[in-house]
């Protein structure tokens, strides 16, 4: 856990921090702890510090915690979808790729129309994976975006992979949830959902409820399991193929029977806009919290079966 921020600390306290166990050692210097490639102890050199540089003092220990969460210690911290997102590859596993560039700095927004005649059912979709990788210590979250009735949603290079990387934190219990904006005109506070509108494609849609032609992840807001796995390659496998993950899926839809009628979800009774969306990803490493909140991205879907009259 992380060593309390004043007072008095020990050599052994830094120690037991670094080794993330309170495993007897001999020999513990100061140096070694405080200079990465010296040995901190008889149990050899453990990377990490707050300052390298001589003097060296265990009041600078105050505070410190060996493990981190994407680059951040306990507390409360961000990550962006505009940045750092992996493209992936052969179609429907997804294998990701860490070595291209990054996907572009808008590819995250969920925003798509599905137009379509009066033949068949008429779908929109959208959603994320996200799993733990335990095998080299990271989340991962797979986008798929611009999918339908007949697209998987990621296909035609619709996906990609986030990766949030921790150290120290096998052992935390890991969890995510989204959050809507809830100040937007487009969240049903009744709901806690994305407004969802039914209704002919020229005019103005009315507000629904029913599951027919909608699907959103359910409990918004709540923390959920984030589900671990372990034997993936760094880089060239997928989160569907080589790993387990927890889809979270919004879909428009309109059924085979219904003709001149489109669905929007998260958009106006006219079909248009969209609602931010965010995700919380969260590991508790007993009595510290790591968290990192996602900036918003855009979920507006329509699915439109024949063309109105």
């Known amino acids: ?78 990550f962006s979808f505009t940045t750092g997102v992996k493209p992936a590859s052969n179609h429907p596993n997804f294998d990701m790729d860490i070595t291209a560039s990054d996907k572009g700095s808008t590819f995250w927004e969920m925003q798509h129309n599905r137009v379509k005649s009066n033949s068949g059912q008429a779908n929109a979709v959208a959603g994320f994976r996200i799993g733990r990788d335990i095998t080299n210590s990271r989340i991962l979250i797979l986008l798929l975006k611009d999918g339908d009735d007949t697209v998987q949603a990621g296909n035609n290079g619709n996906a990609g992979y986030k990766i949030l990387p921790y150290v120290g934190l096998n052992s935390a219990t890991w969890t995510f949830k989204i959050e809507y904006d809830t100040t937007d005109n487009e969240y049903n506070s009744t709901t806690q959902n994305p407004n ?36 993936m390659a760094e880089n060239g496998e997928s989160l569907f193929a080589d790993g387990s993950s927890t889809l979270q899926n919004w879909v428009a839809k309109v059924p085979s029977n219904e003709n001149n009628i489109a669905v929007s979800v998260g958009r106006t009774a006219f079909h248009s806009g969209s609602i931010p969306c965010r995700l919380v990803v969260r590991a508790v490493l007993g009595s510290d919290t790591y968290t990192a909140t996602s900036n918003y991205w855009q979920i507006g879907l329509t699915a439109q079966r024949g063309f109105g009259f």
């Open 196 to 231: 969802v509108f039914r209704g002919n494609p020229t005019g103005f849609g009315a507000s629904t409820t029913d599951s027919t032609y909608f699907s959103v992840p359910s409990n918004p807001g709540t923390f959920q399991n984030i589900l671990s796995f372990s034997g």
């Open 1 to 78: 856990m992380t060593l309390p921020s004043s007072g008095q600390i020990s050599m052994k306290d830094i120690l037991d921090e670094k080794q993330q166990s309170s495993t007897a050692r001999t020999n513990i210097s100061l140096q070694g702890l405080s200079v990465d490639s010296v040995a901190d102890s008889s149990g050899g050199d453990i990377a990490g510090t707050p300052n390298s540089s001589a003097p060296f003092a265990m009041s600078e220990f105050h505070g410190y915690s060996q493990a981190s969460f994407n680059g951040f210690g306990a507390g409360a911290s961000t």
